[in-house]
């Protein structure tokens, strides 16, 4: 029988001894200073391939950003949106502007061989509170995703007169347009692969929706699940950010590409908010290390300064709640735990009608419920 | 026009990039190699690490023990691609090759740790080598790993358990 200290001696001698077979001439420092120099050079690449663009957008958003920001409205960083009267909503590789008064709700999805509506109407307001018995609903922008356990058929909506005038993005609806009754007119295009419905008696107000669609800019479109959420090289940490690009992908597929369902920017408040929460959240731990799960949904938040420069990126997950706060990709396990606090500055305008939170009580001010 | 990587020179906040590195690669070298169990996933695991960290040195630098942030990326990076991996088949919960070592020398018995680590989970195998190999105390190892003491603690000690068992299967052949 060989006692404990003699077993710790034998491990100590036999780590030893095998670490000496490790080549450690194999050039890695060299590699990674190479692999970074990559990075750098793709970004002044983009850069200046993108400089007219970014110029556009960057006037855009210190226009429509209040340097004094005090509210969690998200800002929308699109010039035709500055009025205030409209903002721009995104999905896949698509974006669109709508009427800025206008809430969430659902869209046409396909669900086990029939396309269902998890609700077509508005839920929520347009700075994501759910809308209560005395509101009157204005239009609502849907998405294909389950906001209730409450559904309708699609083929049962297009037989109903509407009266509140929506926008579906990505729907689960054919390319045409369809009339639903005195003037109520639905149609639907397609915007670099996703489709746009929009549904209103305005003919003026539905051709406006629809000439105002464009490709999206302000996050990735699509993100491989363990592949790299980088876009814009190295991260500039020593700067200051001043807003947060929060940017939500859901997949419906185990091992699929996560798809771009939301994005939004928060100000200078939020954002100290955020990071004032970051500082005491602790250290970055896995929260569910006897857990096998698989996740759908998750939340990159990019901190950017006035100039748009990436600071750093962090991911939200909610199937294992936390935050990630090194994140490289959307398939990191490392983080701190999902607080309200770290929640209430991003979770705003569209996320809570995106995103299924945990289960827990206070989640379900931020997030979809287990029930809507 | 070529960029520069990181500031180059030392500053009070704490060394270059390119001097830690160079005094640090081998030694994260060998670390990587002992976590991983082999030159290319250890080439792989630390060149990965040594990115990120020039990428961050700024922030990297700051921290109380630099060697400790990128071990752990290291370790991180080992964990993930297990875990991955570990969707679609099971990690070696136990090896039984005693009936084929040369016995009764040293080298079995190096061989049987190395065997022993080879079919434990990688977070134990990173708790084993970072308690033996780099000689720290439990609450760095936990810190290091993100867990709590205990199960640092736990994971070293169902190694050592896991070693015993290896040795006594051995030792008939040792005869």
């Known amino acids: 029988m060989t006692d404990d200290a003699e077993l710790e001696g034998l491990m100590r001698a036999g780590l030893e001894r095998r670490a000496d077979d490790a080549d450690v001439t194999a050039p890695v420092a060299g590699r990674a200073r190479a692999a970074v120099r990559r990075r750098h050079r793709g970004r002044i690449v983009v850069g200046l391939a993108a400089a007219s663009v970014a110029a556009v957008v960057v006037t855009a958003a210190l ?17 035709t949106v500055a009025d205030g009267e409209w903002r721009t909503e995104y999905w896949a590789d698509m974006r669109v502007d709508v009427p800025a008064e206008w809430g969430y709700g659902g869209a046409p999805m396909q669900s086990g061989g029939e396309v269902l509506s998890c609700f077509s109407e508005q839920m929520l307001t347009a700075d994501g509170q759910r809308l209560r018995n005395d509101q009157v609903q204005v239009g609502y922008v849907g998405r294909p995703i389950a906001l209730t356990d409450v559904c309708e058929m699609y083929k049962h909506h297009a037989l109903e007169p509407q009266t509140v005038p929506y926008v579906w993005l990505g729907a689960e609806v054919e390319i045409g347009s369809v009339d639903l009754g005195d003037g109520f007119v639905q149609e639907t295009v397609e915007v670099n692969g996703s489709m746009l419905t929009v549904g209103t008696d305005d003919p003026a107000l539905r051709r406006r929706i629809i000439d105002s669609a464009r490709g999206g800019e302000m996050c990735l479109s699509e993100v491989e699940v363990q592949g790299s959420i980088e876009h814009d090289g190295s991260l500039a940490e020593d700067l200051e950010p001043t807003s947060i690009t929060v940017c939500a992908y859901r997949t419906e597929e185990i091992g699929g590409n996560a798809t771009l369902s939301y994005a939004g920017l928060v100000g200078r408040k939020a954002t100290n908010d955020y990071l004032r929460e970051v500082e005491q959240a602790g250290r970055p731990a896995d929260q569910c290390p006897t857990s096998d799960y698989v996740e759908g949904e998750w939340v990159v938040l990019e901190l950017t300064t006035d100039d748009g420069t990436v600071t750093d990126r962090h991911v939200a997950h ?7 706060l090194d994140a490289d990709s959307l398939g990191g396990f490392k983080t701190v735990p999902l607080t309200p606090e770290l929640v209430r500055p991003w979770a705003v305008g569209g996320i809570p009608a995106v995103i299924h939170g945990p289960s827990t009580q206070w989640a379900y001010d931020y997030f979809i419920g287990a029930q809507g | 026009m070529d960029v520069g990587v990181t500031e180059p020179r030392r500053t009070a906040a704490g060394p270059s990039f390119d001097d830690w590195v160079e005094a640090r690669v081998a030694a994260l070298l060998r670390f990587g190699y002992l976590v991983t169990g082999s030159q290319h996933a250890a080439e792989d695991a630390v060149q990965s690490a040594l990115e990120r960290a020039c990428r961050k040195w700024s922030r990297v630098r700051r921290a109380d023990d630099p060697d400790a942030y990128v071990r752990r990326m290291i370790v991180n990076a080992h964990v993930s691609d297990w875990r991955r991996a570990a969707r679609r088949e099971s990690p070696v919960a136990e090896v039984r090759l005693a009936d084929q ?8 018995r190096a061989d049987a740790v190395w065997r022993v680590c080879q079919g434990l989970p990688p977070q134990q195998r990173a708790a084993v080598v970072l308690r033996y190999y780099e ?4 609450p760095e190892i936990a810190a290091l790993l993100g867990v709590a003491e205990p199960t640092a603690r736990s994971h070293v000690h169902r190694a050592l358990t896991a070693l015993r068992g290896e040795l006594e299967r051995q030792e008939p052949s040792d005869d």
């Open chain 2, 101 to 108: 070592v040369d016995p009764a020398d040293a080298v079995s």
């Open chain 1, 63 to 79: 226009s429509s950003t209040p340097t004094d920001d005090t509210s969690e409205t998200p800002i929308v960083e699109d010039r």
């Open chain 1, 318 to 324: 909610f199937v294992c709640p936390g935050i990630d």
């Open chain 2, 135 to 138: 000689d720290l105390d439990y």
